[in-house]
């Protein structure tokens, strides 16, 4: 094969063999397209949604620029990721996915437009950043386009676009390292299930390599605000109450409810460390719990744009800590709150630590794991 050829075969349909309808419990399923490929260009793949279903999102997308070929699996696979978390977000927000994972997210803060709520979510991250996903909960207007277009991105989602906005997505003149960009309007998030007591419209599905099915509830969240978060306490058999010393702030709190619901959609082990409404690091994929910190400090360090101190921000994980080690590892940075879900037989020293620091701990009574 050339080194032309390895560059087509990005750009080339893989074609496959797929019905235009199928049925899983007793709900029918209609080809929407063939993607371009599935998750690798070798895999042929295609779009389905529930035949006359109310109330779809990605399933009625519309879209506006193709770019090379059109969507792949893992386009979809990133919006999908994309829009559960910022279904959740109540003020203009934007989320750069990358391999299905945000690389970086931000939410309106004292009033900056959208173009700057955009840069941050990039500049969290701007190295993973390149040939990301960008999407947004709000309409995208000139000057936000206008920025996107200074670096690769693979696509935008929204649920609208400015004419302005979609003449720059289209101006191959004056931006042709981008112009393959694709553009998708997808329908509002709002009408979504996010809570506990929501009625989901889909189950999750796995499916094995040997055809093998596990069918699950999705993910519904019992955090409808930062009322739901429970200070962290401790009844230990020999040591007795431990209580967390130091309430959370309100700007905390914020920041806390913020991160954990980035973390909904972070690969576990995942850690999501914020502050002032933006993601200074996302730690990702790990295996074990202190290494998602660590991980997340370490990024935060080297590729977040001007972070010399990580004090004041906060952190949430997906997972109870095992160990005081995991803790100590975010405190030392200068991380001055912490939201996880509670449980762990070593609650009481986790609590510890963070007293011995000043800072505050608040239980989410969830898990939110994703094993994607």
Same mark, same amino acid.
């Given at each position: 094969?050339?080194?032309?050829?390895?560059?087509?075969?990005?750009?080339?349909?893989?074609?496959?063999?797929?019905?235009?309808?199928?049925?899983?419990?007793?709900?029918?399923?209609?080809?929407?397209?063939?993607?371009?490929?599935?998750?690798?260009?070798?895999?042929?793949?295609? &779009?389905?949604?529930?035949?006359?279903?109310? /109330?779809?999102?990605?399933?009625?997308?519309?879209?506006?620029?193709?770019?090379?070929?059109?969507?792949?699996?893992?386009?979809?696979?990133?919006?999908?990721?994309?829009?559960?978390?910022?279904?959740?977000?109540?003020?203009?927000?934007?989320?750069?996915?990358?391999?299905?994972?945000?690389?970086?997210?931000?939410?309106?803060?004292?009033?900056?437009?959208?173009?700057?709520?955009?840069?941050?979510?990039?500049?969290?991250?701007?190295?993973?950043?390149?040939?990301?996903?960008?999407?947004?909960?709000?309409?995208?207007?000139?000057?936000?386009?206008?920025?996107?277009?200074?670096?690769?991105?693979?696509?935008?989602?929204?649920?609208?676009?400015?004419?302005?906005?979609?003449?720059?997505? @289209?101006?191959?003149?004056?931006?042709?390292?981008?112009?393959?960009? +694709?553009?998708?309007?997808?329908?509002?998030?709002?009408?979504?299930?996010?809570?506990? /007591?929501?009625?989901?419209?889909?189950?999750?599905?796995?499916? &094995?390599?040997?055809?093998?099915?596990?069918?699950?509830?999705?993910?519904?969240?019992?955090?409808?605000?930062?009322?739901?978060?429970?200070?962290?306490?401790?009844?230990?058999?020999?040591?007795?109450?431990?209580?967390?010393?130091?309430?959370?702030?309100?700007?905390?709190?914020?920041?806390?409810?913020?991160?954990?619901?980035?973390?909904?959609?972070? +690969?576990?082990? /995942?850690?999501?460390?914020?502050?002032?409404?933006?993601?200074?690091?996302?730690?990702?994929?790990?295996?074990?719990?202190?290494?998602?910190?660590?991980?997340?400090?370490?990024?935060?360090?080297?590729?977040?744009?001007?972070?010399?101190?990580?004090?004041?921000?906060?952190?949430?994980?997906?997972? &109870?800590?095992? &160990? +005081?080690?995991?803790?100590?590892?975010?405190?030392?940075?200068?991380?001055?709150?912490?939201?996880?879900?509670?449980?762990?037989? @070593?609650?009481?020293?986790?609590?510890?630590?963070?007293?011995?620091?000043?800072?505050?701990?608040?239980?989410?009574?969830? +898990?939110?794991?994703?094993?994607?």
């Amino acid at each position: 094969m050339s080194e032309k050829d390895l560059k087509a075969m990005y750009r080339t349909r893989t074609a496959g063999q797929f019905p235009d309808t199928f049925t899983v419990m007793d709900k029918v399923y209609e080809k929407v397209e063939d993607l371009r490929y599935g998750t690798n260009p070798h895999q042929p793949a295609a &779009f389905y949604r529930p035949a006359g279903g109310a /109330g779809l999102v990605l399933g009625a997308y519309k879209m506006l620029k193709t770019g090379k070929s059109g969507l792949s699996q893992t386009n979809l696979e990133d919006m999908h990721h994309a829009v559960g978390i910022l279904k959740y977000m109540e003020r203009p927000t934007c989320a750069v996915m990358k391999h299905c994972n945000p690389s970086g997210v931000a939410t309106e803060h004292d009033g900056i437009p959208l173009v700057a709520i955009y840069q941050r979510a990039r500049d969290a991250d701007a190295q993973a950043a390149f040939g990301s996903v960008v999407a947004f909960n709000t309409e995208v207007d000139a000057d936000t386009a206008e920025e996107i277009m200074q670096t690769i991105v693979e696509g935008v989602v929204a649920p609208g676009f400015s004419e302005e906005a979609l003449a720059r997505f @289209n101006d191959h003149e004056r931006f042709k390292k981008n112009k393959d960009i +694709r553009i998708v309007l997808a329908p509002s998030f709002d009408g979504l299930p996010k809570y506990l /007591g929501d009625p989901p419209n889909a189950w999750e599905m796995k499916v &094995f390599d040997d055809g093998s099915i596990v069918l699950a509830q999705p993910y519904l969240s019992r955090l409808r605000s930062v009322a739901d978060f429970v200070p962290a306490y401790n009844e230990h058999p020999k040591k007795g109450r431990m209580d967390i010393a130091r309430q959370a702030t309100s700007r905390e709190l914020e920041d806390l409810l913020f991160a954990w619901r980035v973390n909904l959609h972070v +690969r576990s082990n /995942g850690v999501v460390i914020a502050r002032n409404g933006q993601t200074l690091a996302v730690g990702t994929g790990e295996q074990d719990r202190v290494g998602a910190v660590q991980q997340a400090v370490h990024k935060a360090a080297t590729k977040y744009k001007g972070t010399e101190s990580l004090e004041g921000a906060v952190m949430a994980s997906d997972g &109870f800590f095992p &160990f +005081r080690d995991a803790v100590d590892a975010a405190t030392d940075r200068g991380i001055t709150a912490i939201a996880q879900p509670g449980g762990s037989v @070593n609650d009481y020293d986790a609590i510890a630590a963070c007293n011995e620091k000043q800072a505050a701990m608040v239980f989410t009574l969830e +898990r939110c794991f994703s094993h994607h």
